[in-house]
Every structure is written in C-alpha cells, then in structure tokens.
C-alpha cells in the first residue's frame, strides 16, 4: 500500500499544495519551519484522523481560516482510493470514494502509518499517559473494533466520574446507578484489555528480534504489559477480564466515590519495557532507549503487516540524524523496497545515502 497523490488545503502553514510521491523513499529537505513536520503530519492525519503532536484538531487549521482539507489517492494491490478528511470548529468527517463515513473508526484502517521522530524518545522514560496513547493509535489502525470500543469506553468512564462525584457531593445516593455504569464500564474495558493482550505478544516478539538486529545482539528486549486491574486466572478471555475489572471497581467504591475518579482500567494502564530482564525506565541509557523506540516502531510494521497484508508508510522526522550509521543502517535495511518511506531532514549530510536507492527528494521553502 501507499499513498500516491496528496492534497492540502489551510493545513497548518500551506495554504495549497497537490503533490505526487514515491512508492518508495521520499525526502523532504528544508530548513527550519518551512513545513516539514507539517507535510508528515498531514500524512498521519490522513490515515488515523489524529494528530502525532497535538489532541486539538484546530491547532491543525491555518491561521486565520475555518477549515482545513486533507485528501489523497492510495494504492493498495493496483486499486485505487480515494480518501478525504475535513476540519472545521465543530469538528472532524471522513471520506472513502466520495463516500462520508457514519463513524471515524469506519474510515481509519484505509491507509496506516507508523511515526517515529525524536519525542519518541520520551515513550521510555516518560508518563505512562504516552504509553496508553502509543498502544491506542497502533492497535486502533488494525483493528476498528478496538477504535469503536476505546471511544465508548471514554464516554461511559466521563459518565461514570461525573455520576462518582454526584455520590461524592451528596447531590445523589442511588447505588444501582453506579453498578449499571461500572458494568457498562467493565465490558467495554475488557475488549480493550483482551486486544492490548493480543497485540502486545506480537509486538514484543517483533520487538525483541529487531532490537537484537539493530544493538547486535547486545540485549535482550522485552515489552511486557502492565495493566491497573490484576489479571490472576489461569486461562484469560474476555469474560475472566470483565470479571476482574468488575471486581476490582467494586473493591474500589469507596475510593473512588472519595475522589471522583475511576481508579482501574484501561485508562491508568501501562507498559514496561524490560533489557535483560531490568526496567529500561529506570535504567537504560540514552543510546539505549533510542534502540527501544527503534526497535518499537519496527515491530509496529510487522505487526500492521501481519494483522492487515499491507506495509504501513513509514514518517521519519528529523530522526536519521540522531541515529549513529549503525542504527541508521539497521532501519534502512529492515524497510528497504517494503514500505513506503517520508524522511524528513535540513540537510542531506547526516544521511547514509549509499543505503536509499533512488529517492524523491523534495526542497521545502
Ligand atoms: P523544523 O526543521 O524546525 O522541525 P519544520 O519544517 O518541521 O521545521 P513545521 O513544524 O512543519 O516546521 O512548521 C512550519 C511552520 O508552520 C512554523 O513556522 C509554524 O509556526 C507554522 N504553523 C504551525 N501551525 C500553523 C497554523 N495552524 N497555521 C499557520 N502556520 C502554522
Ligand atoms: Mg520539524
């Protein structure tokens, strides 16, 4: 799959641009704060109907404008589509073929991307907040279901705090309102649980081999889940999840009636990633947490391989610089004639160009 042809119009500092790209390596090269990380979030947007650096889709829409349009032709086995999103202050609406999709998680699966820039760095060692976002942008792409049940599972957790703080405040007393949002809540968490499980045993698999591709070797990789509700039966399925979580909300009533908040779920999950078996956010080393997101974003393409038959695009920005040729090497082969490639730069010095063949290269002003 790729993206063939893209059209912007007031996304972010473009007023207009139409513009045809490489099946393979594409390059955009510009200095600072011509659009370069702007172009590549486009691309993003297009396939996930969200942003890589912001939650607020007006940020997105050029200064002084009200509504910005994305659209482009995708390729996927010879067949082509056409896709297109609108953004204005009520929101977001999504097209396939000139077709407005009911829902966003109808639409999103049509093209899928992997991002990898240098706050991915942070994925390690920052708040788990960016872990959570990480698996539901990745597992949302390859599974619609997963889209569908993470927006319920919001709306029904907003109920569900609002009603906690109506207890908190006296306004109500009702229990058995709290019991029908809590099961209501405990359902939907346990699709989510059950796909986070599935997915992440893959994705650290994958994970493993390519870290031990890109560092020789040197360790071992392991990405572990670590969810906020205990999973203790033996044979885990849905049911046994939604049993749990509903356990473990009913264990924190008070609590959670106290403070107004939900204090288990999917919401307060995480992951861990482990180097021989240590906690890489206490102990890895910059180098070393720079082969972890790697090795991630790696694992991602296989993954989205794997679970859809298609290659996902592949955004690179400003991310070849700060890898040593080693690692830039390890990343070049591992996707050479596979996925469609965007890499970002505001110089060709730092690249290895003997590893990109025949790339298209865009000057940005
Ligand atoms: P760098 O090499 O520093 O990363 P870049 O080429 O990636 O630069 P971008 O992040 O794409 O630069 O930003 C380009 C410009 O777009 C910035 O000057 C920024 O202020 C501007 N910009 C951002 N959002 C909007 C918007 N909504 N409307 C108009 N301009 C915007
Ligand atoms: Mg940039």
Redesign the pocket.
């Known amino acids: 799959m790729y993206l063939k042809q893209l059209k912007l119009q ?5 007023e207009e641009l139409e513009t045809g790209f490489s099946p393979n390596v594409n390059i ?1 090269i ?12 486009a691309v993003y947007f297009l396939a996930l109907t969200r942003s890589h650096r912001t939650n607020s889709d007006k ?7 009200k509504a ?1 349009i994305l659209s482009g032709h995708v390729v996927k086995s010879q067949v082509e589509t056409d896709l297109q999103v609108r953004i204005n202050a009520k929101g977001k609406k999504a097209w396939i073929n000139r077709i407005e999709q009911s829902k966003l998680s109808r639409y999103v699966g049509q093209l899928t991307a992997i991002l990898f820039s240098p706050e991915d760095l942070a994925l390690v060692k920052g708040a788990p907040s960016l872990r959570r976002r990480f698996m539901d942008l990745e597992f949302g792409q390859i599974n619609p279901e997963y889209l569908y049940f993470s927006s319920q599972y919001r709306q029904v957790l907003q109920q569900k705090n609002n009603y906690l703080k109506q207890l908190a405040n006296g306004k109500s007393k009702d229990k058995v309102f709290l019991e029908v949002l809590s099961d209501q809540l405990a359902g939907l968490a346990a699709e989510i649980i059950s796909r986070r499980l599935k997915y992440l045993t893959y994705l650290s698999e994958y994970a493993k081999k390519a870290y031990a591709a890109i560092s020789n070797e040197k360790e071992q990789l392991e990405v572990v889940y670590n969810p906020s509700v205990p999973l203790t039966s033996e044979q885990i399925t849905s049911e046994s999840i939604y049993h749990e979580v509903l356990a473990c909300f009913k264990k924190n009533e008070a609590g959670e009636i106290r403070t107004g908040t939900t204090l288990s779920g999917p919401h307060r999950d995480d992951l861990k990633f482990l180097l021989d078996k240590k906690d890489a956010h206490l102990y890895a080393s910059q180098g070393q947490q720079r082969t972890i997101a790697l090795s991630l974003k790696l694992a991602e393409i296989q993954l989205i391989h794997q679970i859809t038959g298609e290659y996902p695009a592949l955004l690179l ?2 991310v070849m610089s700060e890898l040593d040729h080693t690692r830039q090497s390890a990343l070049l082969n591992y996707i050479h004639g596979k996925t469609q490639t965007f890499i ?1 730069t ?1 110089d060709l010095e730092g690249i290895s160009w003997e590893i990109v063949k025949k790339p298209k290269i865009f000057r ?1 002003k």
Do not use: P
């Open positions: 007031n996304w972010r500092n473009f955009f510009g200095q600072n704060a011509q659009g370069k990380t702007n172009l590549l979030e940020e997105l829409i050029r200064f002084g404008q910005a920005d400003d970002t505001t940005l």
